[in-house]
């Protein structure tokens, strides 16, 4: 069983900036995306950040030009680089991992609190 573990998390003022990072336990994975999710209270789970194998990525509409998802192969690590923050980025946000081969799964980490307030 595959285990993300999150790290970066935290509490800015608005405009500051913040970079999760999330590694995978396992060192080798077949085609697959990698990616960070947010949730905050009373509002549906959505999608970030999203990086596939080979580099192509998509945003949220909302974070475009604000955040950057990237994905050291090697390592099995994404990280997410957070500036300008504002408080509607307050949330928890949760790494993922999904498979897109033949073998498809999906992980989940346990969770890292953001939080954007004056």
């Known amino acids: 069983q595959v285990q993300l573990a999150e790290s970066g998390g935290g509490s800015v003022q608005p405009g500051g900036s913040l970079t999760l990072s999330c590694t995978a336990s396992e060192d080798e994975f077949s085609f697959s995306a990698m990616g960070w999710y947010r949730q905050a209270p009373g509002k549906q789970r959505e999608s970030v950040a999203i990086v596939i194998t080979g580099g192509t990525t998509t945003y949220l509409d909302a974070v475009k030009g604000r955040f950057t998802i990237s994905r050291e192969n090697g390592k099995n690590t994404v990280y997410l680089q957070m500036n300008n923050l504002k408080p509607e980025d307050t949330a928890i946000y949760y790494c993922?991992?999904?498979?897109?081969?033949?073998?498809?799964?999906?992980?989940w980490g346990p969770g890292t609190q953001v939080t954007v307030s004056s």
């Open positions: 993922n991992l999904r498979g897109l081969g033949i073998v498809q799964y999906e992980y």
